[in-house]
């Protein structure tokens, strides 16, 4: 359980993080140091633990993966973060795991329950509930960067339904460093561009925020994250979901002075809702209020 809770306040910082560093550094520059500060960080750590990576045979996966699961969403939310509050963007985060029921019907026939369709249009519900009643002006850049992470949730939503169709022979660990390296290769020539402006304008909080993202909200959590499915089964660590809006509520609050009102409230819980139809979890719950 603490493990689990220090994942959710790991990753609830990241969208925090990406507020303070996405203005100063550019959406694609933070998301190419986060990548690769991950991506370093993961080989370490992968390395230690005598992982193999297998790099000819599967560039091909990890190139995939690394797209949808880290270069896309990644600058994705870098991006919304210059326009929406931390709490909006960690509640597209939360959409996930819809978007893989979505996918796991498109792409391996498996059943579109009634559960996972309500899922579906409750989870749009609670992002219209959000953006609406939310802390935030409805401008016409806060309804794309609410997009924006959405966007990512899909991407999310894909990488975990391809990792199911290619790379499920891998090791978990070496999945998520090959598909950090690729990405931060494949987004090196755009970051390329902004590191002229990021050299003036770097500042020791902005330094800090990115590699605290990297180092920590990447690679050690990614490391974390699949230690509990080791450890603990991935419905289990799966359930961090549940945890990362509030924790990024709480951390802008204390830090960027972000409000969390009850139109926040409303929104997170409403899409908490749907995500926990999409997994199952009421399901669960009445089994074991049954037994």
């Keep these: 359980m603490l493990r689990l809770l220090l994942l959710g306040a790991i990753w609830g910082t990241s969208f925090m993080l990406m507020r303070i560093a996405s203005p100063v550094l550019g ?20 390395r230690s633990r005598g992982i ?26 870098a991006w919304s973060a210059l326009y929406i509050p931390s709490a909006y963007m960690a509640t597209m985060n939360s959409l996930a795991p819809i978007f893989t029921g979505v996918f796991g019907f498109l792409l391996l026939s498996e059943k579109m329950t009634p559960s996972r ?14 953006v609406r009643v939310g802390p935030t002006e409805v401008t016409l850049s806060t ?32 999945t998520a460093t090959g598909s950090q390296a690729t990405s931060s290769l494949v987004l090196l020539p755009f970051a390329l561009p902004g590191m002229p402006h990021a050299a003036v304008s770097m500042t020791w909080t902005v330094a800090i925020s ?8 990447t690679g050690l959590a990614y490391a974390l994250f699949f230690h509990l499915i080791s450890t603990e ?30 139109g926040t409230v409303a929104g997170i819980a409403i899409v908490l809702c749907a995500t926990a139809l999409a997994l199952g979890v009421f399901g669960k719950w009445r089994n074991l209020l049954r037994a």
């Design 117 to 130: 369709m309500a899922a579906c249009f409750l989870g749009l519900f609670g992002v219209a509930v959000l």
């Design 233 to 262: 089964g991935a419905s289990k660590a799966i359930t961090v979901t549940f945890l990362v809006p509030a924790t990024a509520s709480i951390w802008a609050w204390l830090f960027l002075g972000e409000p969390v009102t009850m």
């Design 27 to 46: 959406p694609l520059l933070t998301t190419f140091i986060r990548a690769l500060l991950g991506g370093v960080a993961l080989y370490a750590f992968a």
């Design 210 to 217: 990115v590699i605290f993202l990297g180092v920590i909200c």
């Design 52 to 77: 193999e990576f297998g790099w000819r045979k599967n560039a091909r996966t990890y190139l995939v993966i690394g797209l949808f699961n880290t270069a896309i969403p990644f600058a994705l939310f």
């Design 143 to 174: 309804v794309f960067g609410v997009l924006a992470g959405m966007g990512a949730a899909v991407c999310y939503g894909y990488a975990a339904t391809y990792t199911r169709m290619k790379a499920s022979g891998l090791p978990s660990l070496a």
